[in-house]
Every structure is written in C-alpha cells, then in structure tokens.
T-cell receptor, first 112, second 116 residues
C-alpha cells in the first residue's frame, strides 16, 4: 500500500529560527511530490517536485526531492508567526490522474 | 477568479442521520475531488470526477457514502447513515486537467462534520 510519512508531527520554534520538515514516501509508480500549507482553512499549494536534487525556492521557503532515498525536505528560514500552519506533503502516481496521497502533516507553531 | 465554494461550512448531526455537502468548483475545471480529513491526519481521497464521470472511487465507503456530479459542474457528497467515525473535514478540490497528467488542485474551505 502506498504511504507518505512526515516528521516531526509537531514542532514549536521561535521567530527567526530555521526549520526543516521531512517527508518520506513509498509510492508505486511515483510521479511527483507536492507540499501544501494548511492554515485555518483549505490547503494552499507550495511546491511540486519531480526531479531529484533540484531545489525549488519561494521566498523563505525551499524544498528538494531525493528520489533515490525516497524523501523530500521543506526548509523555512527566518520563520514568522504567519508560518504557523500544518504542512502537508503528498505523492502523485503515474496514470492515476490527479490522485494525491497525503502524509499526516507536520504542525508548525512559531512563537513571537 | 472565484475559488472553490463549499457549503455548509459546519454541520452537527446525530449518528444514523443523513447529511449532504455541496461543492462548486472553479469555473472550467474538469476534475473534481472529494477528500476526507480526520483530525490529526492528512486528507484522504474519497472520489475523483472527470467532468461527470467517476475516475476513482476506490476509497469511498459505498455502503453509506455517495457522490454525484450530474452536469459536470457542481457536486454533492452524501452520507447515509452517518457514523461517529465520519466526523471529519470534507474538502472539495478542483483542477483544470482534462487528461491523466497532474494539475495543481485548488481546495475549498471544507465542511466540518461532527457526528454525535
């Protein structure tokens, strides 16, 4: 059975800290890995990673995929209280359309 | 561009009652998804529609859950009868994909269901 596992499940940091969130996957016919941020409402898209070793960046957030070791990390530098959210990673599969296989999420809390 | 709309936002029912959720995707999006997110877990796909046809309903508990997208636009998810373990947030998402390749999914605000 396909699965995606995230760690840690929760994390408390102070503003300005750098955090690394982990996502490992066992997905047959793996196509890509996605990161979402879920605040109080719907998940919002952050990154899609399909190639190993190529870092994607958006402001203070960056992410990379390792298809050999089957994991991805999401880094957030200079954290702000607005970064407090649940961060979800999800795998997609070839020939299964848009089906997302989500991990359980990492709850990040950034204290002032 | 208007986002994915869902209603109601909250619903409290007693076990064995019925409930229905409504979703209106982003205009022009061919693909619509319903996810169930239990507290502390990631969303789990229940059903995926491509226009008005079902692409994947392998994780839909068909003895009590049903969903339709009759005109290929908005969709309804129904639970009948509800069980305590159905308490969750039900997320609807849509994407523009008309094929089998992945396209970014846009999520609605969700319906939080509490079954007492």
């Amino acid at each position: 059975e396909d699965k995606v596992v995230q760690s840690p499940l929760s994390l408390v940091v102070h503003e300005g800290d750098t955090v690394t969130l982990n996502c490992s996957y066992e997905v047959t016919n793996f196509r890509s890995l996605l990161w979402y941020k879920q605040g109080k409402k719907a998940p919002t898209f952050l990154f899609m990673l399909t190639s190993s070793g190529i870092e994607k960046k958006s402001g203070r957030l960056s992410s990379i995929l390792d298809k050999k070791e089957l994991f991805s990390i999401l880094n957030i530098t200079a954290t702000q209280t607005g970064d407090s959210a649940v961060y979800l990673c999800a795998g997609t599969v070839y020939n299964q359309g848009g089906k997302l296989i989500f991990g359980q999420g990492t709850e990040l809390s950034v204290k002032p | 561009e208007a986002g994915v709309a869902q209603s109601p936002r909250y619903k409290i029912i007693e076990k064995r009652q019925s409930v229905a959720f409504w979703c209106n995707p982003i205009s022009g999006h061919a693909t619509l998804y319903w996810y169930q997110q239990i507290l502390g877990q990631g969303p789990k796909l229940l059903i995926q529609f491509q226009n008005n046809g079902v692409v994947d309903d392998s994780q839909l508990p068909k003895d009590r859950f049903s969903a339709e997208r009759l005109k290929g636009v908005d969709s309804t998810l129904k639970i009948q009868p509800a069980k305590l373990e159905d308490s969750a947030v039900y997320l609807c998402a849509s994407s523009p994909s008309a094929g089998l390749s992945y396209n970014e999914q846009f999520f609605g605000p969700g319906t939080r269901l509490t079954v007492l």
